[in-house]
């Protein structure tokens, strides 16, 4: 198995619940058409600016994914979602692949969906795991969905290194696909 594999495999596991590209349909179902649900304590929604924030013990679901945070920011000028902000001490997200048979998990301090550069930024303390095979963390974590590309790195905040661990397949294994 290549670095450049387990490295896409982690984030894209990831991703695809985020993403609304044509790969997300690969899936036997399209769980980006799925409702998201949303519990929290607070809900403060301005239309108008086109920004609604949940406070306080936030849940968001769609389909296998689960997002759980402190706050979450969506920005959807003219309602259209721009911007989804997660924060918490850390904020989690968990999703179950079907391809994979086996979920993707991860935290950070703060997690940022762009949806028009198709891009995600964990930051501080970012941590990906793909159960129990393959690890990623580090201070900042950004994957760009278009170009497959990810970056880890410090922050203006936060120092450390990246720390990864590649687990190779065995017959016992779960399958990795053909990719």
Same mark, same amino acid.
Do not use: K, L, R, V
């Given at each position: 198995m290549s670095l450049k594999y387990a490295i896409h495999a982690i984030v894209i596991s990831f991703l695809v619940g985020l993403s609304l590209n044509s790969w997300a349909q690969t899936q036997p179902i399209d769980e980006t058409a799925l409702p998201i649900d949303i519990e929290a304590n607070q809900l $403060?929604? %301005? $239309? %108008? %600016?086109?920004l609604t924030v949940y406070r306080g013990d936030v849940i968001a679901t769609q389909g296998t994914l689960t997002l759980q945070g402190d706050q979450l920011e969506i920005h959807h000028p003219e309602r259209q979602i721009q911007k989804i902000t997660t924060t918490g001490m850390p904020a989690t997200f968990k999703r179950f692949l079907t391809e994979e048979n086996a979920w993707v998990s991860g935290q950070a301090r703060t997690i940022i969906y762009l949806t028009e550069t198709r891009t995600v930024e964990l930051i501080g303390q970012a941590y990906l795991e793909q159960e129990g095979r393959h690890k990623i963390e580090g201070p900042k974590l950004v994957y760009d969905m278009n170009a497959q590309t990810l970056n880890a790195g410090q922050t203006d905040d936060e120092s450390g290194r990246i720390k990864m661990t590649i687990t190779p397949k065995t017959e016992?294994?779960?399958s990795q696909g053909d990719n």
């Open positions: $403060d929604a %301005q $239309d %108008q %600016q086109g016992a294994s779960p």
